[in-house]
């Protein structure tokens, strides 16, 4: 049986994505106040511009060349967490765990926002 969508949010990679920059923006209010400006909204705004882009897409769907476009937009924000996930961590703001958690995180909504876009049919038709 086919999943039918009614929204954004009933997307597993729009799901997975909220809950990591939730998560991130928690995990960053422990980071250093002269980090505040730099290092932390980098992280901040790169994790939360992922579910923002999935919703803005999810939009503009009945467009599929948009929705595409938007889709990559996410994915390459999510290679953009992963390299301030490592300068967090070779700062010593995140311990090697947490570091692992998140990249594997942003690792799977990664590899969830590629199946959209190899399957993009399901999602603009």
Excluded at 4 to 25: C, I, N, P, T
Excluded at 73 to 84: N, P, Q, S, T, Y
Excluded at 92 to 112: A, I, P, T
Aim: charged share 30%; with cysteine; aromatic share 16%.
């Amino acid at each position: 049986m086919e999943r039918m969508y009614r929204g954004f949010k009933d997307l597993r990679v729009y799901q997975a994505s909220y809950s990591l920059a939730m998560e991130m923006y928690f995990e960053t209010k422990k980071f250093p106040s002269e980090e505040r400006f730099s290092l932390t909204d980098q992280i901040r705004c790169s994790t939360r511009s992922i579910p923002a882009n999935l919703a803005e897409g999810w939009k503009k769907r009945q467009y599929r060349k948009s929705f595409i476009s938007k889709v990559i937009d996410c994915l390459g924000e999510a290679g953009e967490v992963e390299v301030w996930l490592d300068f967090a961590r070779d700062c010593g703001y995140l311990d090697s765990g947490r570091h692992r958690h998140f990249f594997q995180g942003y690792e799977e909504v990664s590899k969830m926002l590629y199946g959209m876009i190899q399957n993009e049919a399901r999602f603009t038709s």
